[in-house]
């Protein structure tokens, strides 16, 4: 592992070179966990507070979720002001970012009191940590959970232990409320799923446990790359294991439960034999 007294400092700037960012970023934090580039319309007398937050950010995943996330011990977090609205995120194992994990955001400003400040880099850097965590590389759950639904996840948690009770408090009602059409129409992923599991099961813990059978069991190839993605019979089998409860009755209650996931599950238990609850 490398140790900060062997961390080279990252550029004093970058250029883009991905999708159609174009900019020139300027360095304007790095430390041992995270290194902030910002465009040149990010006002900095608005972003004093953002290395606290990226650095307790990176620190508390890593912390949580293995501490595996390839050779550089940082996230890069990059700040756009007035252009590439919403975000992105990148991992090591991919030149697009140069072999970094990367969360790119783009708002109109970066004030603290502005709710997305924190929750659009929270929600990429979650991104980082569901897909290249435990040394592997990319999602098998992404097509079950989709963009945003273990960010609701991960961004309550990560609010919760780091003492944001307000904004922690404000993510709950928010999500509680959210209503999506996957799996099906009215689905509550947060309500009905994720925060149950959350409450219930050791917090992050059971996510960190979801993603280290993942790594040890799902198929894979010698690079660390999964080689498919879950159908929901495995998705509730693995989550199963992670939470040492069989979740299929709570799936059905959450998802409803077609009879191609019974027999999906059933499977499941044939081929993931080292998944037990």
Same mark, same amino acid.
Request: hydrophobic share 35%.
């Given at each position: 592992?490398?140790?900060?007294?062997?961390?080279?400092?990252?550029?004093?700037?970058?250029?883009?070179?991905?999708?159609?960012?174009?900019?020139?970023?300027?360095?304007?934090?790095?430390?041992?966990?995270?290194?902030?580039?910002?465009?040149?319309?990010?006002?900095?007398?608005?972003?004093?507070?953002?290395?606290?937050?990226?650095?307790?950010?990176?620190?508390?995943?890593?912390?949580?979720?293995?501490?595996?996330?390839?050779?550089?011990?940082?996230?890069?977090?990059?700040?756009?002001?007035?252009?590439?609205?919403?975000?992105?995120?990148?991992?090591?194992?991919s030149p697009v970012h140069d072999h970094h994990n990367v969360s790119d955001c783009g708002l109109e400003s970066w004030h603290e009191s502005v709710?997305?400040?924190?929750?659009?880099?929270?929600?990429?850097?979650?991104?980082?940590?569901?897909?290249?965590?435990?040394?592997?590389?990319?999602?098998?759950?992404?097509?079950?959970?989709?963009?945003?639904?273990?960010?609701?996840?991960?961004?309550?948690?990560?609010?919760?232990?780091?003492?944001?009770?307000?904004? +922690?408090?404000?993510?709950? !009602?928010? @999500?509680?409320?959210? &209503?999506?059409? %996957? $799996? *099906?129409?009215?689905?509550?992923?947060?309500?009905?799923?994720?925060?149950?599991?959350?409450?219930?099961?050791?917090? +992050?813990?059971?996510?960190? !446990?979801? @993603?280290?059978?993942? &790594?040890?069991? %799902? $198929? *894979?190839?010698?690079?660390?790359?999964?080689?498919?993605?879950?159908?929901?019979?495995?998705?509730?089998?693995?989550?199963?294991?992670?939470?040492?409860?069989?979740?299929?009755?709570? &799936?059905?209650?959450?998802?409803?439960?077609?009879?191609?996931?019974?027999?999906?599950?059933?499977?499941?238990?044939?081929?993931?034999?080292?998944?037990?609850?």
């Open positions: 592992m490398t140790t900060s007294a062997q961390l080279a400092d990252p550029p004093a700037t970058w250029q883009e070179h991905w999708f159609d960012h174009r900019q020139l970023l300027r360095l304007y934090h790095h430390d041992e966990h995270c290194a902030i580039y910002t465009d040149p319309d990010v006002r900095r007398a608005e972003i004093a507070w953002l290395p606290g937050f990226i650095n307790a950010t990176w620190q508390y995943s890593k912390a949580t979720y293995g501490d595996a996330f390839g050779p550089d011990p940082r996230i890069y977090s990059v700040h756009h002001a007035g252009r590439h609205g919403g975000g992105h995120a990148g991992y090591y194992v709710t997305l400040a924190r929750e659009l880099p929270a929600h990429e850097i979650g991104h980082s940590v569901e897909s290249a965590n435990n040394g592997t590389h990319g999602s098998p759950a992404y097509e079950i959970w989709g963009d945003s639904k273990w960010a609701e996840f991960y961004i309550y948690d990560l609010y919760t232990a780091l003492g944001m009770d307000r904004e +922690a408090k404000d993510v709950y !009602r928010r @999500f509680t409320r959210n &209503a999506d059409d %996957f $799996p *099906r129409r009215r689905t509550r992923w947060f309500r009905d799923w994720f925060y149950p599991l959350w409450r219930d099961c050791g917090q +992050a813990q059971v996510m960190n !446990r979801f @993603f280290r059978d993942l &790594a040890r069991y %799902f $198929p *894979r190839d010698a690079d660390g790359t999964y080689t498919r993605r879950m159908n929901w019979g495995e998705y509730v089998h693995f989550t199963s294991g992670a939470a040492a409860a069989d979740l299929s009755g709570q &799936a059905a209650r959450a998802f409803g439960w077609p009879r191609e996931w019974a027999s999906q599950l059933e499977r499941a238990r044939e081929q993931f034999p080292g998944i037990t609850y």
